[in-house]
């Protein structure tokens, strides 16, 4: 297979695994598609849950890597136009993921007729759940996927719709922030809205605890440590004249230090019931904590680097700054040194961001990402000095 050929299949895989987006942990067609691609080109398959794949290509008593792609869809009506948009109704691929899983079959298929030639082992892993907490790739970790053979490093990529197509960028360090979902009830009492000293408020006492909240932000972090607050949704009272009995909200928190993360979510639960008890109500705090930050490892990001620049060159490759999104990459990054790199797939100017259901990213970053796979695996100098 030459790049021609590789850059063909890629389109076509793609084009193929757009149309049967699904969602976490359903990803039964998608698996079972993936399986059949890597079993035809002559790579063993294992399923360490129900819609995750893993193959390996290359012999496994070699020091061995792993390549992750996320594969599952979003609860989305796609509004795309394109002549190979989903076919499941309410459901699309608005992450790229679809991007994420081509790139990677194109490197197994391309790196399979390499295999003798490799002084490495490759776990391949397809990843289900990258959209749900806890994530699929926790669970792929206390499945012992890392394990048998051990895996030394971890490399995966997400689309960035908002960087140029032809454009590689790594986070060296922090990368991406943990993701922790918040959700509070706010218990008063209903009244009357013209007899508001009969009731206590729980609209009144939410506004205020929403104000200060952003405290936390501003006052009780160190401006040095980046974190995001955010009040995303609030539901309550059905009338003009009723002042409700409860409120509803939802929220995140994200951040990149642990410390301060679980600090952070302490002083949630006490100045929400603290502002609330100020009005004669109660706040019911339950928070879900989502993944862990992603911190790409300095040696992985050389690797990474190396094999950006020997595809796109220096002047398309840089570092940059850490993000606000969330990866359960994370997981596999806390156990083995990793890196995660954004691929830019960007070919207009008012773009669709990431879980947009117009987003469409251009293909010839398809080719791109597949191979920064191959030239990690392929005649890597920063990894032949490591495994030498």
Known sequence: ????????????????????????????????????????????????????????????????????????????????????????????????????????????????????????????????????????????????????????????????????????????????????????????????????????????????????????ITKYRNPLKPSVLSITSIHGGTATNILPEEVKLMGTFRAFDDKWRYETIDNIRHISSSICRAYNCESIFEPKMGFPAVINDITASDIAKEAAIRKIGDENFSNCDPMMWGEDFAYFANEVPSCFWFLGVKNQPNMPALHNVKLSPDENALIIGSNMFINIALNNTVLSNIFK
């Open 1 to 216: 297979m030459n790049q021609i050929d590789l850059n063909k299949y890629l389109i076509n895989i793609r084009r193929e695994l757009h149309k049967i987006p699904e969602t976490a942990f359903n990803e039964i067609k998608t698996s079972n598609l993936i399986e059949q691609e890597l079993n035809s080109f002559g790579i063993n398959t294992f399923r360490p849950l129900e819609t995750a794949v893993v193959g390996i290509i290359g012999n496994i008593n070699n020091p061995c890597i792993a390549f992750r792609a996320d594969i599952d869809g979003l609860p989305m009506e796609e509004d795309t136009g394109l002549p190979f948009s989903s076919t499941h109704k309410g459901r699309m691929h608005a992450c790229g993921h679809d991007f994420h899983i081509s790139m990677l079959l194109g490197a197994a298929k391309y790196l399979k007729q390499y295999e003798e030639e490799l002084n490495i082992c490759i776990k391949l892993l397809f990843q289900p759940a990258e959209e749900m907490i806890p994530g699929g790739a926790k669970l792929m970790v206390e499945a012992g996927v890392l394990k048998n053979p051990d895996v030394q490093f971890v490399f995966g990529q997400h689309i960035h719709p908002e960087k140029q197509v032809g454009r590689i960028e790594i986070a060296v360090g922090p990368a991406l922030a943990s993701s922790d979902e918040m959700y509070w009830t706010i218990k008063g009492k209903s009244s009357h809205a013209a007899t508001p000293h009969f009731g206590h408020d729980p609209i009144l006492a939410s506004a205020n605890m929403i104000a200060n909240l952003q405290n936390i």
